[in-house]
């Protein structure tokens, strides 16, 4: 019982370092030198007090004095597209190092019976597993990682990214929460496997905690993120929300000519939004019945303009459907 509760005080402490503004260091649960002769005490030494530290500084740095000072590391990452590169590459490689330490052990645990059962049905063996990691892991090419996620879906996928991009954000091609992260930089191996790359990667599944993975994937597929990113991810949303955006705000300052000249962009974004597969757990009824009133909303406005019918005629209609997309938004928060 005693064990528990000091296993759960270190896990709270873990999701602060993360999560706490000004963001910190997190201490390692072992010592430099416990995962040798796997990786050398220099190399571990080097690349958290060092490299870790500096993403931790410079994210620091770039949020300072700004509205994203008060944001969590989650909230940093995910429309990384719209970050600046500090921001964007800084949070990635806080976040990134922080789950890398908590995944690496000197003596591992054992995968639950529950990660062993979704990783066997999903890809057969945890041998495969690895190698699809280490394959994933060596052609990456330059800098960055190798990664095994949980999508929205829930469903496991391995996949890797440059720098120090990851699945949270909107750059990435895959989407979900990591569990797993293998840093292929060469500074985590150069030192001791100097361009054997390939070397360190056999080396580290002997210091590889599944155990630590698999709670990781327990928390990850009831992480209320993991909708925060299938909404992200929700491409046709996102797109009629940016034509929506760019035509009705311009109409409620008196400008209707982007309405008048993008009807017909934002007719076919509708139907894309209404006739394409939602993701799975936005799938419901009302959501249906939503995207159909937007589309028919958007097919009434395109009428008027056709017509040349009057501005204020347009900006009641455009109002409705401004209201309308709204409920969408509110049914995606639930
Ligand atoms: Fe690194």
């Not at 931790?56 to 000072?69: C, D, F």
Request: charged share 25%; aromatic share 8%; net charge positive.
């Amino acid at each position: 019982m005693k064990k528990i509760f000091i296993i759960s005080i270190a896990l709270t402490m873990c999701d602060m370092f993360v999560n706490a503004q000004p963001f910190t260091l997190p201490k390692l649960n072992y010592e430099y030198k416990a995962l040798e002769p796997n990786i050398d005490a220099q190399t571990m030494e080097i690349h958290h007090t060092k490299h870790h530290q500096a993403y931790v500084t410079n994210l620091n740095k770039a949020i300072v004095g700004t509205k994203a000072e008060t944001l969590k590391i989650e909230e940093l990452m995910i429309n990384a597209s719209k970050r600046s590169d500090a921001i964007r590459n800084n949070a990635g490689g806080h976040y990134n190092h922080s789950l890398f330490w908590e995944i690496l052990s000197p003596s591992p645990s054992e995968a639950s019976m529950e990660f062993t059962k979704a990783v066997n049905s999903t890809f057969v063996s945890m041998d495969s597993l690895k190698k699809l990691l280490t394959t994933a892991a060596s052609t990456r090419f330059g800098s960055g990682w190798a990664w095994l996620i949980v999508t929205p879906d829930k469903k496991l996928v391995v996949h890797s990214t440059g720098n120090q991009d990851n699945a949270i954000m909107d750059v990435s091609e895959k989407r979900g929460i990591p569990i797993l992260g293998i840093d292929v930089w060469e500074h985590a191996y150069y030192l001791k496997y100097q361009n054997k790359r390939g070397d360190y990667l056999t080396a580290i599944w002997n210091v590889l905690d599944w155990g630590a993975v698999s709670k990781k994937y327990a928390e990850a597929k009831n992480n209320p993120f993991l909708k925060v990113i299938e909404k992200d991810a929700w491409k046709e949303l996102k797109d009629f929300h940016m034509v929506m955006a760019q035509t009705f705000h311009p109409a409620e300052e008196g400008k209707f000519e982007p309405i008048r000249e993008r009807i017909g962009e934002m007719v076919s974004k509708a139907k894309l939004l209404n006739n394409n597969p939602m993701p799975t757990s936005f799938a419901t009824p009302e959501m249906k019945k939503a995207t159909e009133t937007i589309l028919k909303g958007t097919e009434e406005i395109n009428k008027l303009v056709s017509k040349k019918a009057d501005n204020k005629k347009l900006m009641d209609k455009l109002t409705k459907l401004h209201d309308d997309f709204h409920v969408i938004q509110g049914l995606c928060e639930h």
